[in-house]
């Protein structure tokens, strides 16, 4: 009898075993139409309309909507684009205000902001945006994010319970492109440093976070929308290229830049490379709320003060519901404020009670809008659910 071995796949991937002509060969393959209905498929990007995306996703269709903006970011190119994501642009305006207010409150601390991938000064950043808009502006924050579409986006690649961070962009005039890159876990080390992972872990980091972005003004090309490479984020050895500079040069060659209207929005698997591009426009601020979504199994870059954030909005969660909101609304609000995953947590003072977990703190919230409390009942039960759990 003969036997053949399958060889196993590397455990390590190595930078110096980096080629372009592999990155090429994934790129290469393009995007079939047929294979996305709902989208229209532009210079090879899936773009969605969002009236249709939430007829479509009515009732039973959410589902193979979620599949198929599953398939887009997983196997297909890698970013999915929804235009009227936000269709009342009141609702954009009036978060873009407060973003403003609060760029011009950290420069008057004389606060420097840096940024990853862009040299510290040519753009106005705003960290832990999504903390600092709730407590300046909780109407403004639950009605930014009662948005359906983001609601539908994130749980379709990261399932329930996942975590939202923001940080606000603003590229100015003459505002420099970035270099290609990918995103956090792994994208925001080096190549040496994402090397000692082992090739899983980069199989794997890309499904813990999705990117986003949503534009708070017009951006047309000249105004340096992303850059992105289609399909990119199939290539293996993608976190260990970001010093090789013919990986750079095909980028520059192949890259898409889709223009933008505010109230768009555009969400994309971490592992694809991208760069925000070089604002050539002449009077443009290009500002752009970034959003990082996090699975419930993995950790955000940022920490967000989510008792902080919780308190702030539920005034503004009530007067919603008292105008009207539906529970869906109130829910995808309560998402983005509040900690969905109940763990970690000291089991001996939180033990679960009744069922595999003890309640969250979006559990806490939730019950605190449907059944009314007032500030004060809400705080002292958020107190005692966090001394629980030593924090």
């Not at 000064?121 to 600092?132: F, M, V």
């Not at 919603?320 to 900690?339: H, P, T």
């Not at 069922?355 to 019950?367: H, I, K, N, V």
Request: net charge negative.
């Amino acid at each position: 009898m003969t036997s053949s071995v399958r060889p196993h796949a590397p455990v390590w991937l190595d930078p110096a075993d980096a080629r372009l002509d592999d990155l090429r060969t994934v790129v290469e393959q393009g995007t079939d139409p047929a294979a996305f209905p709902l989208a229209e498929v532009v210079s090879g990007v899936t773009v969605y309309d969002g009236e249709r995306l939430r007829r479509e996703a009515a009732g039973d269709g959410r589902r193979a909507v979620q599949a198929e903006l599953v398939r887009a970011l997983l196997d297909g190119p890698g970013i999915v684009v929804i235009t009227g994501a936000y269709p009342d642009r009141a609702v954009v305006d009036r978060a873009t205000d407060a973003f403003f207010v609060l760029i011009e409150q950290q420069k008057a601390t004389g606060a420097a902001v840096g940024d990853h991938f862009a040299a510290p000064g040519s753009n106005d950043r705003i960290w832990n945006a999504l903390e600092k808009l709730a407590v300046a502006d909780p109407d403004t924050f639950a009605t930014y994010y009662a948005n359906d579409l983001l609601a539908l986006v994130s749980e379709a690649w990261l399932g329930p319970a996942y975590q939202i961070t923001s940080q606000v962009n603003v590229v100015n005039p003459g505002g420099k492109a970035q270099s290609p890159h990918r995103d956090y876990h792994l994208g925001f080390m080096s190549p040496a440093g994402a090397a000692r992972y082992p090739a899983h872990q980069h199989a794997l980091t890309p499904a813990l976070t999705l990117q986003g972005a949503v534009a708070h003004c017009d951006m047309p090309v000249e105004t340096g929308p992303t850059l992105y490479l289609p399909h990119s984020q199939k290539y293996a050895h993608g976190y260990l290229v970001a010093e090789h500079e013919e990986f750079r040069a095909f980028f520059a060659e192949h890259h898409v830049q889709l223009p933008l209207g505010c109230g768009d929005a555009a969400f994309f698997n971490p592992a694809l490379l991208h760069g925000a591009g070089t604002n050539r426009s002449g009077d443009v601020r290009r500002i752009a709320n970034l959003l990082q979504v996090s699975s419930a199994f993995g950790r955000a870059m940022e920490y967000v003060d989510r008792g902080r954030v919780c308190r702030a909005v539920l005034p503004a969660l009530r007067r919603m519901r008292a105008a009207g909101a539906d529970e869906a609304q109130l829910r995808q609000v309560i998402a983005a404020s509040a900690e969905g995953y109940a763990f970690p947590t000291d089991l001996d003072r939180d033990p679960p009670v009744d069922g595999l977990a003890p309640p969250s703190q979006a559990d806490l919230l939730t019950e605190a809008v449907l059944l009314g409390h007032d500030d004060n009942t809400f705080a002292a039960a958020l107190a005692a659910h966090s001394a629980k759990r030593g924090f």
